[in-house]
Protein backbone atom coordinates (compact mmCIF):
# COMPACT_ATOMS: atom_id res chain seq x y z
CA UNK A 1 0.00 0.00 0.00
CA UNK A 2 1.18 3.41 -0.79
CA UNK A 3 2.53 6.15 1.61
CA UNK A 4 0.48 8.76 1.73
CA UNK A 5 -0.13 12.22 3.14
CA UNK A 6 -3.01 12.74 6.36
CA UNK A 7 -4.94 14.46 3.16
CA UNK A 8 -4.56 11.36 1.98
CA UNK A 9 -2.32 12.33 -1.05
CA UNK A 10 -0.20 9.07 -2.32
CA UNK A 11 3.78 9.83 -1.60
CA UNK A 12 6.70 8.28 -3.72
CA UNK A 13 8.56 5.99 -1.79
CA UNK A 14 11.83 6.93 0.10
CA UNK A 15 14.37 5.63 -2.39
CA UNK A 16 13.15 6.78 -5.82
CA UNK A 17 12.81 10.18 -3.46
CA UNK A 18 16.72 9.95 -2.59
CA UNK A 19 17.61 9.37 -6.19
CA UNK A 20 15.00 11.90 -7.21
CA UNK A 21 17.59 14.30 -5.30
CA UNK A 22 20.46 13.05 -6.71
CA UNK A 23 19.61 12.74 -10.14
CA UNK A 24 18.64 16.27 -9.89
CA UNK A 25 21.84 17.68 -8.33
CA UNK A 26 23.68 15.80 -10.51
CA UNK A 27 21.86 16.92 -13.53
CA UNK A 28 22.92 20.53 -11.95
CA UNK A 29 26.02 19.79 -11.19
CA UNK A 30 27.07 18.61 -14.95
CA UNK A 31 25.08 22.14 -16.06
CA UNK A 32 27.57 23.84 -14.83
CA UNK A 33 30.51 22.27 -14.93
CA UNK A 34 29.34 22.40 -19.20
CA UNK A 35 29.12 25.91 -18.82
CA UNK A 36 32.84 26.51 -17.27
CA UNK A 37 33.76 24.39 -20.25
CA UNK A 38 32.79 26.36 -22.45
CA UNK A 39 32.10 30.16 -21.41
CA UNK A 40 35.58 31.45 -19.46
CA UNK A 41 35.06 33.09 -17.01
CA UNK A 42 32.15 30.64 -15.80
CA UNK A 43 32.94 28.49 -12.62
CA UNK A 44 33.02 24.90 -12.29
CA UNK A 45 31.07 24.80 -8.75
CA UNK A 46 33.17 21.55 -8.21
CA UNK A 47 36.46 22.90 -8.21
CA UNK A 48 35.43 26.19 -5.99
CA UNK A 49 33.87 24.60 -3.29
CA UNK A 50 36.97 22.25 -3.49
CA UNK A 51 39.10 25.29 -2.82
CA UNK A 52 36.69 26.11 -0.32
CA UNK A 53 37.55 23.49 1.47
CA UNK A 54 40.77 23.50 0.83
CA UNK A 55 41.17 27.03 2.42
CA UNK A 56 39.39 25.69 5.62
CA UNK A 57 41.54 22.78 6.41
CA UNK A 58 42.61 22.16 9.87
CA UNK A 59 46.48 21.85 10.92
CA UNK A 60 47.70 18.09 9.87
CA UNK A 61 45.34 17.55 7.42
CA UNK A 62 47.64 18.27 4.46
CA UNK A 63 49.98 15.87 5.44
CA UNK A 64 47.17 12.84 6.28
CA UNK A 65 45.93 13.93 2.30
CA UNK A 66 49.27 13.49 0.89
CA UNK A 67 50.00 10.52 2.51
CA UNK A 68 47.15 8.65 1.93
CA UNK A 69 47.04 9.57 -1.80
CA UNK A 70 49.95 11.56 -3.15
CA UNK A 71 49.64 13.60 -5.92
CA UNK A 72 46.22 12.27 -6.89
CA UNK A 73 44.50 14.09 -4.08
CA UNK A 74 42.81 16.89 -5.91
CA UNK A 75 40.91 13.84 -7.87
CA UNK A 76 39.98 12.32 -4.65
CA UNK A 77 38.94 15.50 -3.40
CA UNK A 78 36.74 16.45 -6.00
CA UNK A 79 35.30 13.48 -5.98
CA UNK A 80 34.46 14.05 -2.68
CA UNK A 81 32.89 17.03 -3.15
CA UNK A 82 30.61 15.33 -6.19
CA UNK A 83 29.58 12.83 -3.70
CA UNK A 84 29.41 14.93 -0.67
CA UNK A 85 26.66 17.12 -3.01
CA UNK A 86 25.21 13.96 -4.21
CA UNK A 87 24.35 12.67 -0.82
CA UNK A 88 23.16 15.77 0.65
CA UNK A 89 20.63 15.75 -2.22
CA UNK A 90 19.57 12.57 -1.88
CA UNK A 91 18.40 13.70 1.56
CA UNK A 92 16.92 16.85 0.16
CA UNK A 93 14.79 14.57 -2.14
CA UNK A 94 13.59 12.49 0.59
CA UNK A 95 12.46 15.48 2.78
CA UNK A 96 10.60 16.99 -0.15
CA UNK A 97 8.27 14.28 -0.64
CA UNK A 98 6.10 15.59 2.27
CA UNK A 99 7.92 19.13 2.69
CA UNK A 100 8.93 20.53 -0.89
CA UNK A 101 9.33 23.66 0.06
CA UNK A 102 12.04 22.95 2.40
CA UNK A 103 13.51 21.11 -0.30
CA UNK A 104 13.81 23.76 -2.79
CA UNK A 105 15.64 25.96 0.36
CA UNK A 106 18.06 23.19 0.81
CA UNK A 107 19.18 23.31 -2.92
CA UNK A 108 19.02 27.13 -2.76
CA UNK A 109 21.60 26.50 -0.11
CA UNK A 110 23.89 24.47 -1.89
CA UNK A 111 23.61 27.25 -4.64
CA UNK A 112 24.54 29.92 -2.67
CA UNK A 113 27.47 27.47 -1.63
CA UNK A 114 28.60 27.31 -4.85
CA UNK A 115 28.34 30.87 -5.41
CA UNK A 116 30.33 32.10 -2.44
CA UNK A 117 33.02 29.33 -2.99
CA UNK A 118 33.05 31.08 -6.46
CA UNK A 119 33.22 34.24 -6.27
CA UNK A 120 36.56 33.79 -4.09
CA UNK A 121 37.94 32.82 -7.57
CA UNK A 122 39.98 36.33 -9.02
CA UNK A 123 39.31 34.13 -12.30
CA UNK A 124 35.69 33.64 -12.07
CA UNK A 125 33.57 36.58 -13.85
CA UNK A 126 31.13 37.30 -10.84
CA UNK A 127 27.96 38.06 -13.12
CA UNK A 128 28.75 34.28 -14.49
CA UNK A 129 29.05 32.50 -11.33
CA UNK A 130 25.94 34.60 -10.15
CA UNK A 131 23.80 33.76 -13.75
CA UNK A 132 25.13 29.82 -13.00
CA UNK A 133 24.45 29.47 -9.70
CA UNK A 134 20.78 31.12 -10.46
CA UNK A 135 20.23 28.42 -13.13
CA UNK A 136 21.98 25.59 -11.57
CA UNK A 137 19.38 25.94 -8.55
CA UNK A 138 16.02 26.64 -11.01
CA UNK A 139 17.25 23.27 -13.20
CA UNK A 140 17.47 21.38 -10.03
CA UNK A 141 14.45 22.75 -8.68
CA UNK A 142 12.32 21.97 -11.64
CA UNK A 143 13.77 18.05 -12.02
CA UNK A 144 13.45 17.39 -8.93
CA UNK A 145 9.97 18.00 -8.79
CA UNK A 146 9.40 16.52 -12.33
CA UNK A 147 10.77 13.11 -11.16
CA UNK A 148 8.84 13.45 -7.58
CA UNK A 149 5.74 13.21 -9.40
CA UNK A 150 6.73 10.48 -11.66
CA UNK A 151 7.83 8.65 -8.67
CA UNK A 152 4.44 9.10 -7.30
CA UNK A 153 2.08 6.09 -7.42
CA UNK A 154 -0.89 6.66 -9.59
CA UNK A 155 -3.46 5.80 -6.31
CA UNK A 156 -5.00 3.39 -8.86
CA UNK A 157 -4.07 -0.36 -9.79
CA UNK A 158 -2.07 -0.03 -12.63
CA UNK A 159 -0.75 -3.23 -15.30
CA UNK A 160 1.86 -2.75 -15.41
CA UNK A 161 2.78 0.12 -13.54
CA UNK A 162 3.72 2.71 -16.23
CA UNK A 163 4.22 5.75 -13.51
CA UNK A 164 7.19 3.05 -11.68
CA UNK A 165 9.03 2.66 -15.69
CA UNK A 166 8.47 6.24 -16.70
CA UNK A 167 10.27 7.12 -13.42
CA UNK A 168 12.73 4.34 -13.78
CA UNK A 169 13.37 5.49 -17.81
CA UNK A 170 13.84 9.60 -16.95
CA UNK A 171 16.02 8.90 -14.51
CA UNK A 172 18.74 6.58 -16.03
CA UNK A 173 18.32 8.92 -19.30
CA UNK A 174 18.89 12.08 -16.99
CA UNK A 175 22.15 10.07 -15.51
CA UNK A 176 23.45 9.45 -18.69
CA UNK A 177 23.12 12.95 -19.84
CA UNK A 178 24.29 14.74 -16.83
CA UNK A 179 27.78 12.33 -16.79
CA UNK A 180 28.01 12.99 -20.50
CA UNK A 181 27.77 17.11 -20.29
CA UNK A 182 30.40 16.95 -16.94
CA UNK A 183 32.38 14.51 -19.00
CA UNK A 184 32.43 16.77 -22.15
CA UNK A 185 32.81 20.40 -19.71
CA UNK A 186 35.55 18.91 -17.95
CA UNK A 187 37.12 17.73 -21.01
CA UNK A 188 37.15 21.37 -22.28
CA UNK A 189 38.07 22.83 -19.35
CA UNK A 190 41.13 20.98 -19.32
CA UNK A 191 41.52 21.15 -22.46
CA UNK A 192 41.08 25.47 -22.41
CA UNK A 193 43.70 25.43 -19.76
CA UNK A 194 46.19 23.39 -21.52
CA UNK A 195 46.09 25.52 -25.02
CA UNK A 196 45.99 28.82 -23.17
CA UNK A 197 48.57 31.00 -24.95
CA UNK A 198 51.75 30.68 -23.79
CA UNK A 199 54.59 33.16 -25.23
CA UNK A 200 56.43 31.18 -27.53
CA UNK A 201 60.09 31.85 -26.37
CA UNK A 202 61.99 33.66 -23.51
CA UNK A 203 65.30 35.66 -24.68
CA UNK A 204 68.59 33.58 -24.07
CA UNK A 205 70.23 34.54 -20.92
CA UNK A 206 72.89 37.00 -20.35
CA UNK A 207 75.40 33.72 -19.27
CA UNK A 208 74.09 30.49 -20.78
CA UNK A 209 75.27 27.70 -18.31
CA UNK A 210 77.72 25.49 -19.66
CA UNK A 211 76.51 22.25 -21.26
CA UNK A 212 76.11 19.17 -18.76
CA UNK A 213 79.18 17.24 -19.32
CA UNK A 214 79.21 13.59 -19.44
CA UNK A 215 80.62 12.77 -15.59
CA UNK A 216 77.08 15.09 -14.71
CA UNK A 217 75.11 11.89 -14.54
CA UNK A 218 75.73 7.82 -14.14
CA UNK A 219 74.48 5.96 -16.79
CA UNK A 220 71.78 3.31 -14.62
CA UNK A 221 68.70 2.24 -16.06
CA UNK A 222 66.11 3.57 -13.94
CA UNK A 223 68.25 6.18 -11.75
CA UNK A 224 66.24 9.37 -12.15
CA UNK A 225 67.28 11.98 -14.62
CA UNK A 226 70.16 14.29 -13.65
CA UNK A 227 67.24 16.87 -15.19
CA UNK A 228 63.61 16.31 -14.38
CA UNK A 229 61.55 16.85 -17.28
CA UNK A 230 58.99 19.37 -17.26
CA UNK A 231 56.31 16.57 -17.66
CA UNK A 232 57.17 14.38 -15.23
CA UNK A 233 58.07 17.04 -12.31
CA UNK A 234 56.39 16.59 -9.22
CA UNK A 235 53.34 19.08 -8.62
CA UNK A 236 52.04 20.03 -5.13
CA UNK A 237 49.64 23.02 -4.49
CA UNK A 238 46.42 24.26 -2.98
CA UNK A 239 44.84 24.85 -7.11
CA UNK A 240 42.54 22.20 -7.79
CA UNK A 241 42.63 23.47 -11.72
CA UNK A 242 45.27 24.75 -13.13
CA UNK A 243 45.16 28.66 -13.52
CA UNK A 244 44.89 30.27 -16.85
CA UNK A 245 46.72 33.48 -16.50
CA UNK A 246 47.16 35.83 -19.62
CA UNK A 247 50.78 37.07 -20.02
CA UNK A 248 48.57 40.13 -21.91
CA UNK A 249 47.34 41.82 -18.72
CA UNK A 250 48.97 39.79 -15.78
CA UNK A 251 51.26 42.25 -13.49
CA UNK A 252 53.79 41.85 -11.01
CA UNK A 253 54.20 44.42 -8.07
CA UNK A 254 56.78 44.89 -5.48
CA UNK A 255 55.74 46.43 -2.62
CA UNK A 256 55.74 46.89 1.10
CA UNK A 257 58.56 48.03 2.89
CA UNK A 258 60.69 49.65 0.15
CA UNK A 259 61.15 53.19 -0.68
CA UNK A 260 60.35 52.63 -4.36
CA UNK A 261 56.80 50.45 -4.99
CA UNK A 262 56.71 49.34 -8.68
CA UNK A 263 54.82 47.12 -11.35
CA UNK A 264 55.41 45.49 -14.02
CA UNK A 265 54.02 43.60 -16.96
CA UNK A 266 55.43 40.15 -18.59
CA UNK A 267 56.97 42.10 -21.65
CA UNK A 268 59.01 44.45 -19.02
CA UNK A 269 59.94 41.20 -17.17
CA UNK A 270 61.17 39.59 -20.77
CA UNK A 271 62.94 43.04 -21.38
CA UNK A 272 65.39 42.32 -18.24
CA UNK A 273 68.57 40.97 -18.08
CA UNK A 274 67.74 37.02 -17.99
CA UNK A 275 69.45 34.70 -16.15
CA UNK A 276 69.64 30.51 -15.65
CA UNK A 277 70.70 28.10 -13.37
CA UNK A 278 70.09 24.51 -12.23
CA UNK A 279 68.06 24.30 -8.67
CA UNK A 280 66.38 21.34 -7.36
CA UNK A 281 63.63 21.77 -5.72
CA UNK A 282 61.64 20.28 -2.92
CA UNK A 283 58.52 19.44 -1.30
CA UNK A 284 58.33 19.36 2.59
CA UNK A 285 55.62 16.86 2.31
CA UNK A 286 58.32 14.35 0.78
CA UNK A 287 58.59 11.27 2.88
CA UNK A 288 62.10 10.19 3.04
CA UNK A 289 62.74 8.29 0.23
CA UNK A 290 59.62 10.00 -1.89
CA UNK A 291 59.63 11.47 -5.33
CA UNK A 292 57.93 15.01 -4.06
CA UNK A 293 61.52 16.10 -5.92
CA UNK A 294 62.79 17.62 -8.77
CA UNK A 295 66.02 19.29 -10.45
CA UNK A 296 65.27 21.79 -13.43
CA UNK A 297 67.00 24.12 -15.44
CA UNK A 298 65.36 27.35 -14.10
CA UNK A 299 65.62 30.94 -16.07
CA UNK A 300 64.68 34.60 -15.40
CA UNK A 301 65.19 37.46 -13.82
CA UNK A 302 67.34 37.92 -10.63
CA UNK A 303 64.71 38.77 -7.17
CA UNK A 304 67.80 40.91 -6.00
CA UNK A 305 67.71 43.35 -9.13
CA UNK A 306 64.01 43.68 -8.33
CA UNK A 307 64.45 44.16 -4.40
CA UNK A 308 67.68 46.60 -5.43
CA UNK A 309 64.94 48.69 -7.82
CA UNK A 310 62.54 49.20 -4.83
CA UNK A 311 65.01 49.85 -2.22
CA UNK A 312 64.56 47.39 0.45
CA UNK A 313 63.55 49.13 3.97
CA UNK A 314 66.53 48.58 6.34
CA UNK A 315 63.91 46.88 8.83
CA UNK A 316 62.39 44.74 6.46
CA UNK A 317 63.12 41.15 7.58
CA UNK A 318 60.69 38.88 4.98
CA UNK A 319 60.14 38.38 1.53
CA UNK A 320 56.52 37.47 0.70
CA UNK A 321 55.02 35.60 -2.29
CA UNK A 322 51.56 35.83 -3.23
CA UNK A 323 49.86 34.14 -6.11
CA UNK A 324 46.80 35.37 -8.24
CA UNK A 325 44.44 33.79 -5.76
CA UNK A 326 46.35 34.84 -2.62
CA UNK A 327 47.93 32.32 -1.35
CA UNK A 328 51.37 33.08 0.45
CA UNK A 329 54.79 32.45 1.21
CA UNK A 330 57.32 33.77 3.00
CA UNK A 331 61.22 33.28 3.75
CA UNK A 332 63.68 35.96 5.52
CA UNK A 333 65.47 38.54 3.45
CA UNK A 334 68.82 37.38 5.43
CA UNK A 335 68.33 34.27 2.88
CA UNK A 336 69.21 35.94 -0.12
CA UNK A 337 72.51 37.66 1.81
CA UNK A 338 74.64 34.59 1.64
CA UNK A 339 76.73 33.99 -1.28
CA UNK A 340 75.25 31.23 -4.08
CA UNK A 341 71.69 31.92 -3.15
CA UNK A 342 70.66 33.50 -6.35
CA UNK A 343 66.59 33.47 -6.01
CA UNK A 344 64.70 34.26 -9.56
CA UNK A 345 61.41 35.75 -10.69
CA UNK A 346 61.81 32.36 -12.85
CA UNK A 347 59.95 32.73 -16.35
CA UNK A 348 61.58 29.68 -18.17
CA UNK A 349 61.85 25.47 -17.06
CA UNK A 350 64.00 23.51 -19.19
CA UNK A 351 64.49 25.81 -22.10
CA UNK A 352 60.26 26.21 -22.38
CA UNK A 353 58.44 28.87 -20.88
CA UNK A 354 56.98 28.19 -17.65
CA UNK A 355 54.46 25.28 -18.00
CA UNK A 356 50.77 26.44 -16.73
CA UNK A 357 50.96 23.72 -13.52
CA UNK A 358 54.24 24.76 -12.56
CA UNK A 359 53.55 28.79 -12.09
CA UNK A 360 52.92 30.55 -15.70
CA UNK A 361 53.90 33.35 -16.27
CA UNK A 362 56.25 33.72 -13.28
CA UNK A 363 57.10 31.88 -10.02
CA UNK A 364 60.24 32.04 -7.34
CA UNK A 365 62.71 29.52 -6.88
CA UNK A 366 65.06 29.97 -4.14
CA UNK A 367 67.49 27.60 -3.80
CA UNK A 368 67.89 25.90 -0.44
CA UNK A 369 64.10 26.36 0.90
CA UNK A 370 61.31 24.31 0.48
CA UNK A 371 58.50 25.04 -1.52
CA UNK A 372 56.22 25.85 0.73
CA UNK A 373 57.62 28.82 2.27
CA UNK A 374 59.45 29.88 -1.27
CA UNK A 375 58.25 28.90 -4.18
CA UNK A 376 55.45 30.91 -4.90
CA UNK A 377 53.87 29.58 -8.56
CA UNK A 378 51.41 32.44 -10.59
CA UNK A 379 53.19 35.20 -8.59
CA UNK A 380 51.59 38.41 -8.65
CA UNK A 381 52.72 40.31 -5.92
CA UNK A 382 56.37 40.77 -3.86
CA UNK A 383 55.99 41.99 -0.51
CA UNK A 384 58.90 43.04 1.59
CA UNK A 385 57.72 43.17 5.28
CA UNK A 386 59.41 41.54 8.86
CA UNK A 387 59.14 37.98 10.14
CA UNK A 388 56.56 38.78 13.07
CA UNK A 389 54.11 40.96 11.13
CA UNK A 390 52.85 38.03 8.71
CA UNK A 391 52.76 34.52 8.64
CA UNK A 392 52.76 32.29 4.86
CA UNK A 393 49.41 30.09 4.06
CA UNK A 394 50.41 27.30 5.68
CA UNK A 395 52.53 28.09 9.10
CA UNK A 396 49.45 28.96 10.70
CA UNK A 397 48.31 25.33 9.99
CA UNK A 398 51.58 23.94 11.84
CA UNK A 399 54.17 23.75 9.39
CA UNK A 400 57.66 25.55 10.22
CA UNK A 401 58.24 29.39 9.72
CA UNK A 402 61.53 28.77 8.61
CA UNK A 403 62.23 25.86 6.57
CA UNK A 404 65.85 24.64 5.01
CA UNK A 405 65.44 21.81 2.68
CA UNK A 406 67.57 19.32 4.79
CA UNK A 407 70.02 16.65 3.51
CA UNK A 408 68.10 13.59 1.63
CA UNK A 409 69.33 10.87 -0.41
CA UNK A 410 67.23 8.02 -2.25
CA UNK A 411 67.70 4.39 -3.59
CA UNK A 412 66.28 4.50 -6.91
CA UNK A 413 67.16 0.70 -8.09
CA UNK A 414 67.02 -1.77 -7.27
CA UNK A 415 63.08 -1.83 -5.80
CA UNK A 416 62.37 -2.14 -1.84
CA UNK A 417 60.68 -5.82 -2.58
CA UNK A 418 61.95 -6.74 -5.90
CA UNK A 419 63.84 -10.63 -5.84
CA UNK A 420 66.62 -10.62 -8.08
CA UNK A 421 69.84 -13.38 -8.98
CA UNK A 422 73.33 -13.49 -6.89
CA UNK A 423 75.91 -11.68 -8.32
CA UNK A 424 76.83 -7.91 -8.68
CA UNK A 425 73.80 -5.58 -8.70
CA UNK A 426 73.62 -1.97 -8.86
CA UNK A 427 72.08 0.30 -6.38
CA UNK A 428 71.74 3.72 -7.12
CA UNK A 429 70.04 6.83 -6.60
CA UNK A 430 70.22 10.37 -6.02
CA UNK A 431 71.06 12.67 -2.80
CA UNK A 432 70.34 16.28 -2.66
CA UNK A 433 71.44 19.20 -0.02
CA UNK A 434 70.52 22.70 -1.80
CA UNK A 435 72.00 24.72 -1.05
CA UNK A 436 74.44 22.95 -0.05
CA UNK A 437 76.16 20.43 -1.97
CA UNK A 438 76.46 17.13 -1.46
CA UNK A 439 80.08 15.90 -0.65
CA UNK A 440 79.95 11.97 -0.55
CA UNK A 441 76.87 9.57 -0.26
CA UNK A 442 77.46 6.09 1.54
CA UNK A 443 75.45 2.85 1.45
CA UNK A 444 75.00 0.27 4.39
CA UNK A 445 74.53 -3.77 3.41
CA UNK A 446 72.68 -5.20 6.44
CA UNK A 447 74.85 -4.56 9.16
CA UNK A 448 78.49 -4.16 7.77
CA UNK A 449 80.21 -1.06 7.86
CA UNK A 450 79.32 1.82 5.39
CA UNK A 451 81.03 2.08 2.18
CA UNK A 452 81.67 5.32 -0.83
CA UNK A 453 79.31 5.41 -3.28
CA UNK A 454 80.63 6.90 -6.33
CA UNK A 455 78.57 10.42 -7.29
CA UNK A 456 78.22 12.03 -10.30
CA UNK A 457 79.94 15.44 -11.15
CA UNK A 458 77.51 17.84 -9.14
CA UNK A 459 76.24 20.99 -11.53
CA UNK A 460 76.36 23.14 -8.55
CA UNK A 461 75.52 23.50 -5.07
CA UNK A 462 72.09 23.41 -5.27
CA UNK A 463 70.91 20.78 -7.35
CA UNK A 464 71.07 17.02 -6.20
CA UNK A 465 73.84 14.38 -7.60
CA UNK A 466 73.20 10.45 -8.91
CA UNK A 467 75.15 8.00 -6.62
CA UNK A 468 76.18 4.40 -7.71
CA UNK A 469 77.24 1.73 -5.82
CA UNK A 470 78.45 -1.92 -7.28
CA UNK A 471 77.17 -4.73 -4.89
CA UNK A 472 78.48 -8.25 -5.08
CA UNK A 473 75.03 -9.34 -3.87
CA UNK A 474 75.07 -13.24 -2.30
CA UNK A 475 71.68 -14.91 -1.51
CA UNK A 476 70.01 -14.40 1.17
CA UNK A 477 67.43 -11.55 2.52
CA UNK A 478 68.94 -7.91 2.87
CA UNK A 479 68.76 -4.60 4.61
CA UNK A 480 70.02 -1.65 2.19
CA UNK A 481 70.45 1.83 3.31
CA UNK A 482 71.99 4.84 2.36
CA UNK A 483 73.32 8.54 3.50
CA UNK A 484 74.57 11.57 2.64
CA UNK A 485 77.06 14.26 3.83
CA UNK A 486 76.19 17.48 2.96
CA UNK A 487 79.24 20.65 1.57
CA UNK A 488 78.76 21.44 5.63
CA UNK A 489 80.39 17.91 6.63
CA UNK A 490 77.02 17.36 8.54
CA UNK A 491 76.15 13.42 7.85
CA UNK A 492 71.98 12.62 7.05
CA UNK A 493 70.91 11.82 10.30
CA UNK A 494 69.03 8.31 10.71
CA UNK A 495 66.83 10.07 13.28
CA UNK A 496 63.06 9.71 12.05
CA UNK A 497 60.72 12.39 12.35
CA UNK A 498 57.66 12.95 10.18
CA UNK A 499 56.97 15.83 7.64
CA UNK A 500 55.41 18.34 9.64
CA UNK A 501 56.95 20.47 10.96
CA UNK A 502 60.12 21.12 8.62
CA UNK A 503 60.67 17.99 6.90
CA UNK A 504 60.77 14.43 7.22
CA UNK A 505 64.27 12.96 8.50
CA UNK A 506 65.66 9.75 8.25
CA UNK A 507 67.80 7.22 5.69
CA UNK A 508 65.94 5.55 3.16
CA UNK A 509 66.15 1.46 3.41
CA UNK A 510 64.71 -0.89 1.86
CA UNK A 511 64.44 -4.58 1.71
CA UNK A 512 65.19 -7.12 -1.01
CA UNK A 513 65.76 -10.80 -1.49
CA UNK A 514 68.67 -12.56 -3.83
CA UNK A 515 68.17 -16.07 -5.06
Same mark, same amino acid.
Given at each position: MAETTPNS? #????????????? @???????????????????????? %?????????? +? #?????????? %?????????????????????????????????????????? @??????? /????????EPILALLSGVAGVALATWLLGTLLRLATPSGTPEMPDWSRRRFIGSSVGLAGVAVAGAGVGRLLLNRRGETAPVPTGIPAADQLVSPLGADASLDVPGISDIVTSNETFYRIDTSLFTPRLDAETWQLTVDGMVDHPFTLGYADLLAMPQHEQYVT????????????????????? $?? +???? =??????????????????????? !?????????? $????????????????????????????????????????????????? !?????????????????? +??RIDVPRGGATLAAGQIAVAG???????????????? =? =????? #??????? @??????? +?????? =??? /????? @?RVRATDGDGVVQTDAQTEPAPDGSRGRHTIGLTVR
Open positions: R #PLPGIVPAALAGV @IAAGAALAGTELLAGLVTGAPSVV %LEIGALLISL +Q #PPGAKQIVVD %LFGTADKVVLEIAVVLGALGLAGGIGVVSRRRPGLGRLGLAG @IGILGLF /ASLRDPLVIACVSNEVGGNLVGNALWKGV $RL +QELL =DRAGVQAGATQVVGRSYDGWTAG !FPTAWLAEPG $REALVALAMNGEPLPAPHGFPARLIVPGLYGYVSATKWLTQIELTTLEA !FDGYWVPLGWAKEAPILT +QSVAWAPDRGVAAVEVQI =D =DRPWA #PAVISAP @ISDATWV +QWLYRW =DAP /AGNHI @I
